[in-house]
């Protein structure tokens, strides 16, 4: 179908429209993910035929998989190696962004003995970006759409760590922030959003009640000018996760994994790595073969888990009662499509409660030297869940996905971590306590 032009009464086409020519790489146009119609690139993020969600669609490289491989490795340490293949312009690493990515693979081979598996089990450990969570990857090329199409403030919805990515990407490419999240977060998330200068207003509700606000304010006069990077600019912002399956498949030395456990949210995350793997076959940067998603969720707000195992296609509100708050949203958005990967794939969608996701925080901890939030608890438990249920074969390639820092959520783990004793400073008392070996 032929690429339309978009006219949006929102008065965000303003800022749209003194950008000029939007230069965003190999992106070219906005594809509806139920239809297929397809649109002018711009910030917008729903279909206006069928009000399906909107997916970036690109002009992808010609160039043979070894040339592109050799651009690729040419490139910087952090996502835009991959800007070929991102919704970004050409010269974006001399851009002011906080360049995230590349961030480890752990090997975790103590993990592997501990849950048996003997296939290769690898943690791709996030909490290593600039502010310590995945969320970096989206916001940086949210920034760049919010470049393209003149915005002056960049806002979100955020169940915390999306807040503080945004306010330390706002403040270094010198952007006006302003941010939304539930007023119950950890205090971690929230004196980590507040630092980087921006405006944080808590909403209160829960996420699903910030996000609506969100929305709301899109369509008011108050909005003009604001980026949301969830919302209307969010086509683009779901295209950094993707990056995560391209760091995934280069650090195995251009391999797929034959199973993937992905923390699921609104399930943004788990969708795009799905199509990140399927660009890198289309490409011919990796071999094709099976391979499986699993999602992981918390018992405390599981809508997608629920109704994976009810056999259900439609995704059924939850009200959330969870440690998990990065992964409290009861209305994911994206919940259908993390039904059908799972499902296409041969995989699952579970959850565990808030005892197993500490159990699970304690367990990677312990075996591999990673302090992970309490999405990355969730992930770990579910892994080891599957694995007793006989859904994840230990035999395969594994990669489970650490999100975030459990720096960001020490009140989950506090109630039962501290000294092992308290003695006084004497070699006896040492001794007495049980502890000299």
Same mark, same amino acid.
């Given at each position: 179908?032929?690429?339309?032009?978009?006219?949006?009464?929102?008065?965000?086409?303003?800022?749209?429209?003194?950008?000029?020519?939007?230069?965003?790489?190999?992106?070219?146009?906005?594809?509806?993910?139920?239809?297929?119609?397809?649109?002018?690139?711009?910030?917008?993020?729903?279909?206006? @035929?069928?009000?399906?969600?909107?997916?970036?669609?690109?002009?992808?490289?010609?160039?043979?998989?070894?040339?592109?491989?050799?651009?690729?490795?040419?490139?910087?340490?952090?996502?835009?190696?991959?800007?070929?293949?991102?919704?970004?312009?050409?010269?974006?690493?001399?851009?002011?962004?906080?360049?995230?990515?590349?961030?480890?693979?752990?090997?975790?081979?103590?993990? =592997?003995?501990?849950?048996?598996?003997?296939?290769?089990?690898?943690?791709?450990?996030?909490?290593?970006?600039?502010?310590?969570?995945?969320?970096?990857?989206?916001?940086?090329? &949210?920034?760049?759409?919010?470049?393209?199409?003149?915005?002056?403030?960049? @806002?979100?919805?955020?169940?915390?760590?999306?807040?503080?990515?945004?306010?330390?990407?706002? &403040?270094?490419?010198?952007?006006?922030?302003?941010?939304?999240?539930?007023?119950?977060?950890?205090?971690?998330?929230?004196?980590?959003?507040?630092?980087?200068?921006?405006?944080?207003?808590?909403?209160?509700?829960?996420?699903?009640?910030?996000?609506?606000?969100?929305?709301?304010?899109?369509?008011?006069?108050?909005?003009?000018?604001?980026?949301?990077?969830?919302?209307?600019?969010?086509?683009?912002?779901?295209?950094?996760?993707?990056?995560?399956?391209?760091?995934?498949?280069?650090?195995?030395?251009?391999?797929?994994?034959?199973?993937?456990?992905?923390?699921?949210?609104?399930?943004?995350?788990?969708?795009?790595?799905?199509?990140?793997?399927?660009?890198?076959?289309?490409?011919?940067?990796?071999?094709?073969?099976?391979?499986?998603?699993?999602? =992981?969720?918390?018992?405390?707000?599981?809508?997608?888990?629920? &109704?994976?195992?009810?056999?259900?296609?439609?995704?059924?509100?939850?009200?959330?009662?969870?440690?998990?708050?990065?992964?409290?949203?009861?209305?994911?958005?994206?919940?259908?499509?993390?039904?059908?990967?799972?499902?296409?794939?041969?995989?699952?969608?579970?959850?565990?409660?808030?005892?197993?996701?500490?159990?699970?925080?304690?367990?990677?901890?312990?075996?591999?030297?990673?302090?992970?939030?309490?999405?990355?608890?969730?992930?770990?438990?579910?892994?080891?869940?599957?694995?007793?249920?006989?859904?994840?074969?230990?035999?395969?390639?594994?990669?489970?996905?650490?999100?975030?820092?459990?720096?960001?959520?020490?009140?989950?783990?506090?109630?039962?971590?501290?000294?092992?004793?308290?003695?006084?400073?004497?070699?006896?008392?040492?001794? =007495?306590?049980?502890? &000299?070996?």
């Amino acid at each position: 179908m032929a690429v339309q032009t978009v006219h949006n009464s929102s008065n965000n086409d303003a800022a749209a429209s003194d950008a000029g020519i939007v230069d965003l790489g190999p992106a070219a146009a906005l594809s509806c993910r139920e239809c297929g119609e397809r649109f002018e690139l711009g910030p917008i993020f729903a279909c206006q @035929s069928c009000f399906g969600p909107l997916e970036v669609a690109y002009d992808l490289p010609t160039d043979s998989p070894e040339e592109l491989k050799k651009r690729i490795a040419a490139g910087p340490d952090n996502i835009w190696r991959y800007a070929p293949l991102l919704p970004v312009p050409a010269d974006v690493a001399s851009k002011p962004n906080i360049n995230p990515g590349f961030t480890k693979l752990v090997k975790a081979d103590n993990l =592997a003995r501990e849950l048996g598996v003997t296939g290769g089990l690898y943690v791709k450990d996030d909490s290593g970006n600039p502010t310590h969570s995945f969320k970096d990857r989206v916001v940086a090329i &949210a920034v760049e759409a919010a470049r393209a199409f003149g915005f002056t403030t960049l @806002s979100c919805s955020s169940t915390g760590n999306l807040a503080g990515a945004v306010g330390a990407a706002a &403040a270094r490419a010198g952007f006006r922030s302003c941010v939304f999240i539930p007023h119950d977060l950890e205090q971690g998330k929230v004196v980590m959003a507040a630092i980087y200068g921006g405006e944080l207003v808590g909403i209160e509700g829960n996420y699903d009640d910030v996000n609506r606000f969100c929305s709301e304010l899109i369509g008011d006069p108050l909005g003009e000018g604001w980026g949301f990077v969830n919302v209307n600019l969010r086509p683009y912002y779901g295209e950094g996760s993707k990056t995560l399956a391209y760091e995934i498949c280069e650090q195995l030395g251009w391999e797929l994994p034959d199973q993937l456990v992905i923390p699921v949210a609104s399930g943004s995350q788990l969708t795009k790595i799905d199509k990140g793997l399927k660009e890198l076959i289309a490409l011919g940067l990796v071999e094709e073969k099976p391979y499986k998603i699993f999602g =992981a969720q918390a018992e405390g707000c599981s809508p997608v888990s629920v &109704a994976f195992k009810a056999g259900h296609d439609v995704v059924r509100p939850q009200k959330p009662n969870t440690i998990a708050k990065s992964l409290a949203i009861g209305n994911p958005a994206d919940g259908p499509y993390v039904l059908d990967i799972a499902r296409r794939t041969g995989g699952a969608v579970e959850d565990v409660d808030d005892e197993q996701v500490v159990d699970a925080i304690k367990l990677l901890a312990r075996t591999e030297g990673i302090f992970a939030e309490t999405a990355g608890g969730v992930t770990v438990g579910v892994t080891r869940k599957l694995i007793e249920a006989g859904l994840l074969d230990p035999a395969l390639t594994t990669v489970v996905l650490n999100t975030g820092d459990g720096l960001k959520t020490l009140d989950a783990v506090a109630p039962t971590t501290g000294p092992t004793a308290t003695i006084p400073p004497s070699l006896d008392a040492f001794r =007495a306590a049980g502890l &000299a070996r």
